[in-house]
């Protein structure tokens, strides 16, 4: 989850429950002088607001897919509410409006009057509990991203081991090819001089056959 998308949400929260007292408090200006004032800072408020959506827009979608899935969701949410906060600004624009809300003042009962901070009371409530499910998902979200770093990392070694077992092993076999190259050039040796003894053992055996049979001719002939 992104601390940025946190923070813009917090300052949209806000912003949306101010705009909506002054909406509510501007339609019971009797000056239009005050009213004209108040209807400045409300628009310059919508429009802080829309930079807001915007932001928090550009930042869901920079996120990983299971997290902006779940940030898109809310930030259609908080569009909805800021049509909402257009939608009375352009009632305080009108001048039916107007005059519907100077007669609310001057024909209404206490209770009536009062109805304007309760809607402002909900519409606080309200964000403070996005702002606490935000919270609550962030953490989850944050959760899910250490456990899986940690998988990964724990994956990372396995496959670092399994490499110095691999490069092990290998060692292994160029040390037994080194013995078997060295073991095939002492049977070779070995055998060669297996052939030249044969060699000498055979020329041996006939100089003795010759000289035997030398010998014998020597004696008989005499």
């Known amino acids: 989850m992104s601390e940025v998308f946190e923070g813009y949400e917090r300052q949209y929260c806000e912003l949306s429950a101010n705009l909506s007292r002054k909406c509510n408090s501007t339609s019971l ?18 429009d802080d607001a829309e930079v807001l959506i915007r932001k928090m827009d550009l ?3 920079s996120l990983q897919p299971s997290v902006k899935a779940m940030l ?49 009371r909900e519409r606080m409530t309200m964000s403070v509990e996005r702002l606490n499910q935000s919270g609550d998902r962030i953490k989850e ?11 990964g990392i724990s994956i990372v070694e396995d496959l670092n081991q399994q490499r110095e077992t691999l490069l092990h092993s290998r060692n292994k076999l160029h040390g037994v ?7 095939k050039k002492v049977l070779t040796a070995m055998s060669r001089r ?12 006939a100089v003795l056959v010759i000289a035997i049979i030398f010998v014998l001719y020597f004696k008989l002939s005499h």
Not at 141 to 151: D, F, G, K, N, Y
Not at 177 to 183: E, L, N, Q, R
């Open 29 to 46: 200006l009797p000056h239009a002088d005050e009213k004209k004032e108040k209807v400045l800072e409300i628009k310059s408020g919508l």
């Open 59 to 61: 930042e869901a979608r």
């Open 72 to 120: 898109l969701a809310k930030l259609r949410e908080y569009k909805s509410d800021l049509n909402q906060l257009k939608r009375e600004f352009k009632r305080l624009l009108s001048p039916d409006a107007n005059q519907a809300a100077h007669e609310e003042l001057l024909d209404s009962s206490r209770a009536d009057l009062q109805s304007g901070p309760s809607d402002q």
């Open 141 to 151: 979200s944050r959760r899910i991203m250490l456990e899986t770093e940690e998988l």
């Open 177 to 183: 090819d080194d013995a078997i190259s060295k073991s």
């Open 194 to 205: 297996m052939s030249r003894n044969k060699w000498i053992v055979g020329s041996i055996i």
